[in-house]
Each structure stands twice: as structure tokens, then as C-alpha cells.
């Protein structure tokens, strides 16, 4: 029997310190948080080489964080260079999704949790977000 292609997508919360991550199947228009990884050099790539080799994504999804006016900051161009890279490096489509206020809805998701894993339900909110504008 043939191997079913994956439909599985990876999706990203850029930040300077860590980068959430999340999964999800487009199918069922869900999503999970996974560990957060550190944003330190290429060891950030090196956890992200893992997580695509474990996950095999048919793309991936970064957040860009934008102002509130919806215009684009110094964080924005650097999350956008990221997407990039992603894109070069794993010859995979990477969407961009306007991630305003997810990190606020994913803080009050997480309200009276000690470890929070803000970033990556950050990730996990931007790749619903996804699920819903693809729909």
C-alpha cells in the first residue's frame, strides 16, 4: 500500500530568545504546541533539521509580528528573514500569518500555569489562525 504524502505543517512563533513551535493536520484544523526551542545561532536550525525530519511537513507557517496598525518593526524584517531561511533551507513552503495578539491569547490560555509554554501556544494559535484563513 503507498505511503500517504504528509499534510502535516509546522508552524513558528520568532522570537529572539525562543521560538515556539507547534503541529497540526490541516484535516482537522488542529493544532498542538510542541517544546520551545532556543533562538541561539544554528543551533536553532539544528532542533528545527529534527523536528522537520520527525514531523516530515508538507509546509511550514511563521508568525510575523506586526504593530498594531499593522505595520512592519525591526522584529517583523527578522522573523521574515527567518521564514526565509526556513525556506532554503528545507525547500518547503513557508506561509506568513499575521500573528498580532497571539502572544497576549496564548498568556491568558495559560493564566495560573507555572512553565508556562507561552511561545509555543503562540505557535499553536498562529497555526489555527492558519487553519481558519485557509479554509
Known sequence: MPERASRTVLAFDFGLKRIGVAVG?????SAHPLPAIAAVGNARFAAIEKLVQQWKPARLVVGL???????????????????RRLQGRYRLPVARVDERFTSVEAESRLKGVKNKAIDSVAAQLILEQYFDEAA
Open 25 to 29: 493536520e490541516p484535516e482537522v484544523r
Open 65 to 83: 509580528p506586526l504593530s498594531v496598525a499593522g505595520e512592519a518593526h525591526l522584529v517583523s524584517r527578522q522573523a521574515e528573514r527567518f521564514a
